[in-house]
């Protein structure tokens, strides 16, 4: 029986992560970034910037993880084609990690153009949190929780992405699925049915063994306590 279209996708998909697994795991650089990536993402949100500096902000975030994991791809092909040691090697790998410290560097200065202005208000006046829309923060919520799935998965280091490992990522998104709509719909009937929804997923994962119990109540207490935090803190 061939595969079908979805399956060969869900596999796709299931290698890309383990990719992005991979680099976390192995690059202590990379972890730094997905940890400063998620602090410059609440940072903004903190500080109130506009949604077109947000976008900038957010672009630039991916730029610099992106070139971080490009960077291990090279090293790797370069370990593979060439593992003696070479001159060229050497070159190739150095211009990678050039290529990486000029992001670095442009972003920084995209970063200090953008923020410094706020942060300065911010010491004058003092510092008061911005607040923003449930959809913003539903948003916000669902891109920490993936960092920090993508982060405790990388530091266990069992376990594939989308199957095992430490905490289920599945679980995680539910539940923060879950609390997102009860603040935005604030209807009961809607909340419970998608507490269902979380409970049927984290469940789904225990019964086919891909998860422990305890990495399924992990994640969903993840998904569920992180939105939860970040709702207090920005709903106005």
């Not at 077109?52 to 090279?74: K, P, Y």
């Not at 990486?100 to 706020?118: D, S």
């Not at 920490?144 to 376990?159: C, E, N, P, R, T």
Request: proline fraction near 3%; charged fraction near 10%; glycine fraction near 6%.
């Amino acid at each position: 029986m061939s595969p079908t279209p979805f399956s060969q996708w869900w596999k796709s998909a299931n290698c890309a992560i383990e990719g992005i697994l991979h680099a976390a795991r192995t690059q202590r650089h990379l972890r730094y970034h997905y940890f400063s990536a998620a602090a410059v993402l609440l940072l903004s949100y903190v500080l109130g910037v506009t949604r077109m500096e947000f976008l900038i902000i957010a672009l630039s975030v991916i730029a610099v993880l992106l070139a971080e994991m490009f960077n291990t791809a090279i090293e790797a092909l370069v370990d593979m084609v060439s593992p003696e040691m070479s001159e060229k090697a050497r070159i190739a790998k150095d211009i990678a990690a050039g290529a990486v410290l000029v992001t670095v560097f442009g972003v920084a200065v995209i970063g200090y153009i953008i923020l410094f202005p706020y942060l300065v208000n911010a010491f004058q006046t003092g510092i008061t949190v911005a607040k923003h829309t449930k959809e913003e923060i539903a948003l916000i919520a669902l891109v920490i929780v993936l960092i920090l799935v993508i982060i405790a998965k990388a530091y266990f280091g069992k376990g594939l992405p989308l199957r095992g490992g430490m905490p289920s990522g599945h679980a995680a998104l539910a539940f923060s699925a879950w609390v997102a709509t009860t603040y935005l719909t604030e209807n009961f009937v809607a909340s419970l049915l998608f507490l269902v929804i979380a409970i049927i997923v984290a469940h789904s994962r225990v019964s086919s063994k891909a998860h422990t119990v305890w990495e399924a109540v992990l994640g969903s207490l993840m998904g569920a306590s992180v939105t939860f935090l970040l709702f207090r803190i920005f709903s106005p």
